[in-house]
């Protein structure tokens, strides 16, 4: 090996050489594509390129120096985004633009060390805003401008408002844009980057006639107007006076008489507007109905004439808002009377017989219209006349040179008159009225005809609006056009064609103009197409037309994709090529791929239908595995049109397979036992076609190798693994294209379990034990092992950790150490494992002295059985000894049977067979180990009755019921039961209540009051009689509190609506009840004392039942107690005779016996007592009473209680006597008469007593008294509980004896 020392020197040059060498390779951060000044319309999407390569620090976009962040979502900025198609973009992209983002946008990338300086580029964005709708100032749209006649120049101002850029405005006069006289001006906005755009067009004119009806067109323009332009139009209408009037139909030469019908023709020519035409007669308006048309107005007044009518001045005025005061013209009527008889006219008395008036006149040869520029002879004819009719032509109110008139006689007498006019018609001809008036100047008569010409002309070149040639329509959009078409004759009929083919139009006419409609929803057909309209009439031999050649924006209608190779791989180049159909404009061509904009190749754009333009897209690209089955996408957006079309397809790309870490984990974490599906399938295409698993770089056979493991298309289906399953694993997957592999690792966690513990462990005390428990696990965690055991203080040990072991040791040992320690092992997988160990610490025996063990009994002729319970360590040898002699128990009379219950209690039973009287005696049991002895008497004598109870303790209570334990005494060698005894404190009675299990040691009392004190006590006895009940009373108190479940919530609700008469019949009732029970109280009360005074002795007693649990003590007469105490005389008899037979004293017999030495020593009172009781009873003077010292057994029952009022004791003495007889003995006294009290008969067979059943009892696991899970604290309010409770003592209980847990002590809390 060779060892390389680098000094300090050496290692700065080496980083300085590295530092240039790492700036060589990935160079300084640089743009590669800066922002570029950008405009966009408002509404559309703006996006700001920023290409950073090499980038090292952050980068983030500011608006006008106020920086938008790093995040790319950039909050507080709905509408703005940076988005990028490869890591090196940070294009900033602004959607639904609006006015406020148009700023200064600065792409700003912070230093990113010392070799890396802050870069930064900055762009424009401006914001393009349409203009509004353009207005002429003053006027609305298609209103007119009235111009007096003496003006001769308009100024017309058009504008418009808030463009960005500012529009272009273009005049137009009757569609021919106009570009003289024209002023155009800006002006910007407060606060507001959008401008004003003002212009002025200067109209002048040196006849009326050049501007009257011009139509002038306004139109507005910018880059953000998509569409068409925007437009408004006014006409111009040259105010001008009306001509004078011309009136026609007489002169003053005309003869006119009454009842002629006279036809007055007042007309005014010119003028604009066209004059107003009244008549007047007498200056009194006779008729204001005028025709107006054809460049003048027309008034004809047609009246039959009267006598009145002569000399009358008719006047005709003309007008329009012109004129300051009408112009006018008038003559004076005279009308003439005649009388006529055949051929005799007369006016008045004088009578002319050779004159005759023409009758009429008629004129031909302008019947039918004529062109103009043609000529028209007109011919006038009068009537016979006589003289000769002078003929008279008169032609726009004034007369004609004197035409050529011919006169011919008449074959009838008279002359008829010819006259011809030759017309040269012009346009202005048309409706243009000649009369012919034929006059007799004798007669002073006329007559006259007129004929209206009828000049046919041709009408005005036609006007198209609507559309302005050049102007851009969106295909979908409605267009509507007009024709218009101004004067000829007749008015001109409009047409329009598309190319050549006539399409149709909605015609209107409006006073001599003539105009056209076409309504087109263009297509991209109609790009380029031609449409024209013609007008025509019978003047003109050619139709006259004009036409517009329409430009129309149209989007792509499709995009075709082709790929090329046709089955790319990857890690080739392909290229995907996109050509779009025709548009106009071109359109433009991104690429998608999933979602995402990418760019691609433009190759350009070449001709196409409609006029459109074609546009060719390559996509060039090496693909990848992500690239099978992509979405890539060509969009062809036409960006005028504001529409796009999009096509797309699914790229399948050929490669070998590949796994995905996502998909597939290297690391695999199992716990020991579960299943699971592994996916560790490969992507490929095509489909892999094989599969194969390696563990350790050698290749599995599944299922053989790992049974468990089955592998299926890529999915490991794992049963039940095991920890022995782990390992590094690798898959290989292959298709066509090839083969790939993929490494992982299955770690597999189990649960711990204990592999060694130290089993048992024996020391002296004062010594110090040591234990080792040492786990296997995956994972193995921190402190995994752990030393525990229930009840016992861990203070005084010690517990040491390692990786998966612990250690415990405990000093200054004790024997009350011995136990089981439990070691447990848990890594949180799966349950824990425990094992436990066994400490046992030596010390000498000690035996069970407890006074149930002191005495044995058994009958003659059967077996005895005497038990020495010890407990010591290390094994106890038992001896038992009769007399200081050593009792042979390998012999047939004796036997031993002993039992360990654990590792330090012993028991050992000697059972002596085929008892005989030389058997009764006192043994001793001599317990023996290696550190000690210890021995126990134990008497053996015949069966008796039972010792009381002792160590009485309260457990618990509820609101009714109060639980009780105690330790059982001597059985007397026999199965006994108990008897508890209970009262209120203060209550003169008691209640009873036997338990007939043997085995039950603890009762839960039921029935008690609420919050009320009881005292109470316990007595056993067994079929040889009971025993004294136990002096040491105890007391206890039931809960305050009662359950919810007991307070009825019916009485608590309130009703107001109880009707009052319920309530008074309630009331009434209940007195009535009231007042019965207490008549029935008062009667059972008097005749119970008249019982009494008749009856000394009554019964009382209830066997206890399932059903109501209590009994009660029967009350006793004086006879009775006598009994009971001559029972124990002659129990007393029966030891005196037995200590005569045995030679003993009897004081110590009686101390082995049943009986006690206090017991003896009642006996001795006793005596007397019983002889008082017998003088007392001797007296004349009935007892009302019993004694005091027999009250503890009397009882008073009152209605449904089930409570007894008792006395109490008058001495102490007489408290500490309890009856140390069962029931059953002293009921076999109750059925003697009070003189045979003194006797010892045999008392009768008491009657059959049923006593209690308890509750099934559940066997506890524990040797002590414990709640249910949860303590005290989850318990009702109810229980009153005594924490200083142990519960019963185990160690002496048979095993066959059932015992009653926690909860079943707590009465009704099982």
Known sequence: MVAVHFTASTTTAFVIFLSILTLQVCGKQKFRETPQNTSVIQGQTAILRCIVINRVGNIQWTKDGFALGFDRTIPGFPRYSVIANTLDEYNLMIVNSKLEDDAEYRCQVLPGGTNNPAIQASAHLTVLVPPEMPEIEGYQNGSTVEVPHTQRVVQLTCVARKGRPPAALDWFRNGQKVTQNVNYSTEGLAGDKRVNARSIITVRWQHSSQENDAVYSCQAKNSALQGDV?????????????????????????????????????????GNPLATVVWYRNSEQVDYSFVSGGNKAVNEYTFTAEALDNQAIYRCEVSNVVTPRPLSAEFKLTVHSFLSEGNMTFEFASVNMSFVPPIKVTISGGERPKKAGETVKLMCV???????????????????????????????????????????????????????????????????????????????????????????????????????????????????????????????????????????????????????????????????????????????????????????????????????????????????????????????????ENGGMSTTNVLEFVPVSDDHNSYYGCRASNLMFGQAVTDALTLEVFFKPEFSPVVSPKEIDMVAGESRSLNLSAYANPPTKKYQLYREGVKLTLTSDIPRFKLSNGMLNITKIRKTDRGNFTMKATNDEGSTTFNFTISVRYAATIKRITKSVME?????????????????????????????????????????????????????????????????????????????????????????????????????????????????????????????????????????????HYQNELRIKNVVKADYGLYVCTAINEKGTDRFEIVLDGTSAPDPPYDIQFVNATHNSITVSWKPGFDGGLAQNFQVRYRLVGARGFVYIDISSTAKTVFSIPGLKLGKEYEITVLAFNEKGRSIFQPNIIRAKTSNVAPTADISTSSLQDKDDVPIIIILIVCIVGVFLLTLNVGLILFFIRRRRKKMASKTTFEMYKPYEPSDDISYEPDKNLDEYLDDYSGEYHEMTRLSQRHDDMGTNPKQEMRRGSFRTSHYDDFLQMQDKVQAMQEGSRSPKKRESFPDWADESRSDVSLGSREKDNRSHSSSAHRARSRDRSLWDEDQQAGRSPKSSAKTKAPPTPPPRRSSRASPASPVASNRYTSLPGSFGALSPNIINNPNYDGPTMSNLPEDMHVYNGSEMRGYLV
């Open 382 to 608: 009068s009537s016979n006349s006589n003289p000769a009719a002078v003929i008279t032509w008169f032609a726009r109110g004034r007369q004609l040179p004197e035409a050529n008139t011919k006169v011919t006689a008449s074959p009838e007498g008279g002359f008829i008159s010819t006259s011809t006019v030759k017309v040269r018609l012009s346009d202005q001809d048309h409706n243009l009225v000649y009369t012919c008036q034929a006059t007799n100047t004798a007669l002073g008569q006329n007559v006259a005809d007129t004929v209206t010409l009828s000049v046919l002309y041709p009408p005005r070149a036609p006007v198209i609006s609507g559309y302005t040639e050049g102007a851009s329509i969106k295909a979908g959009e409605l267009e509507r056009m007009n024709c218009l078409s101004v004067g000829g004759n007749p008015l001109a009929t409009i047409k329009w064609y598309k190319g050549d083919k006539l399409i149709t139009s909605e015609s209107k006419t409006m006073g001599n103009i003539a105009s056209a409609e076409i309504a087109v929803v263009v297509k991209a057909s109609d790009n380029g197409a031609v449409y024209k309209c013609t007008a025509s009439n019978d003047a003109t031999t050619t139709p006259l037309e004009t036409a517009v050649n329409l430009t129309v924006l149209f989007p792509p209608a499709s995009v075709a994709i082709s790929v090329w190779p046709d089955k790319p791989r990857v890690g080739e180049m392909m290229n995907l090529t996109c050509v779009c159909a025709s548009s106009n404009p071109a359109a433009e061509i991104t690429w998608i791929r999933d979602g995402r904009e990418i760019r691609g190749t433009n190759y350009g754009s070449v001709e196409a």
């Open 230 to 270: 925007l437009s408004t139009t006014v006409q111009i209408s040259i105010l001008v006076p009306p001509g004078p009037p011309q009136i026609s139909g007489y002169t003053n030469s005309t003869i006119i008489r009454v009842n002629d019908t006279i036809q007055l023709i007042c007309t005014s020519r010119g």
């Open 764 to 904: 002296d005390e004062g010594g110090t034990a040591f234990f080792e428990c040492i786990a296997e696990a995956n994972p193995i965690v921190t402190n995994m092992v752990s030393w525990s055991r229930d009840d016992f203080d861990m203070s005084k040990t010690k517990q040491t950790f390692g990786p998966g072991k612990a250690y415990l040791t405990i000093y200054k040992l004790k024997r009350e150490d011995t136990g089981v320690f439990k070691c447990t092992a848990d890594n949180r997988i799966g349950k824990p494992a425990t094992k436990t160990a066994k400490l046992i610490v030596k010390y000498p025996p000690v035996i069970e002295k407890l006074p149930q063990f002191a005495k044995a009994a058994s009958e003659m002729k059967s077996t005895g059985k005497l038990i020495c319970n010890a407990a010591g360590a290390p094994n106890i040898t038992f001896s038992w000894s009769k007399n200081d002699v050593v009792i042979d128990t390998t012999s047939g009379k004796y036997s031993v049977k002993s039992k360990k219950s654990n590792m330090v």
